[in-house]
């Protein structure tokens, strides 16, 4: 009965702080739309590549159609898959606000885990009007129908969102050490914007660049699961890439436990 009693304490934990997530999105849904409305750079893209390819012809395997579907659908994993744990992770260790969540009965990553995912629903509900006013305007999307492939779309998607937390989490870690180590996150995004398929499909790469990119825990974040969605991989491909996909994972979760776990042994708070 004990254990059966901490698990219902547990999940009702989790359902509050579920609540309190949301409560927070939706009194700061002005934020949360201008910070979707900053991340329409894969709309952007998808104008400058829809137009080259409409003027000189397809870009490899690109035509129009083809690039409009893919920067959409690269638009909306990206807020399907995102997280901000590493600017809150960071203000809480350099300002001591850490020790407060240290004093409640459940672990600070995982109050982090359930505050993002809380606002996952309304950042989607901002980011469809936008996708569907572009692609009613570009002729509609070209989703894949192959079951196989659809079924693992789910697994791509939480496994970007785990990897793209574990990886802020481990980087906003480096604040127990260093006061500003989001500086690192943006170079981070740099490489990010440049090898995960979000300014350009990664097959369109330079030979070499691409292979280097599609074995990248960058490529495993968008590029993946965007190509996924879109049927451009075969049943062989997509398993393969699933597995490098998680392996990252696997990695990422490692290095945020390590780091957070040294991280606390020499927190200071900062004076607090």
Do not use: K
């Not at 807020?79 to 960071?90: G, K, M, N, P, R």
């Not at 785990?162 to 500003?180: H, K, M």
């Not at 097959?203 to 969605?229: I, N, Q, Y």
């Not at 957070?260 to 004076?271: F, K």
């Amino acid at each position: 009965m004990s254990g059966g009693g901490g698990l219902r304490r547990r999940l009702a934990v989790l359902g509050a702080l579920g609540r309190l997530g949301l409560a927070e999105a939706a009194a700061y849904r002005a934020s949360l739309a201008v910070w979707v409305l900053t991340t329409t750079f894969p709309l952007i893209a998808l104008a400058l590549w829809a137009g080259i390819a409409r003027a000189g012809g397809p870009i490899g395997a690109y035509g129009e159609a083809e690039f409009v579907a893919y920067f959409v659908a690269a638009f909306l994993v990206r807020q399907l898959t995102a997280s901000w744990v590493v600017w809150d992770l960071e203000r809480q260790i350099r300002l001591g606000e850490l020790s407060v969540l240290l004093l409640r009965p459940v672990h600070p990553l995982v109050h982090h885990v359930m505050t993002n995912l809380a606002a996952l629903p309304l950042r989607l509900v901002l980011a469809l009007p936008l996708a569907i006013v572009v692609l009613v305007a570009a002729g509609g999307i070209g989703v894949s129908t192959e079951p196989a492939l659809l079924a693992l779309v789910p697994l791509a998607l939480v496994g970007g969102w785990i990897l793209n937390f574990a990886i802020q989490a481990a980087i906003g870690c480096l604040a127990f050490w260093w006061q500003r180590s989001a500086t690192l996150f943006e170079i981070w995004t740099c490489l990010f914007v440049v090898l995960s398929g979000y300014a350009v499909p990664t097959s369109l790469l330079p030979l070499g660049l691409d292979e280097v990119a599609r074995l990248s825990p960058f490529h495993a974040l968008l590029g993946f699961p965007v190509e996924l969605l879109l049927g451009h991989l075969s049943p062989a491909e997509a398993l393969d890439f699933l597995a490098l996909q998680w392996g990252w994972v696997i990695v990422s979760v490692a290095l945020a436990r390590f780091a957070w776990g040294r991280g606390l042994r020499a927190y200071g708070a900062y004076g607090a």
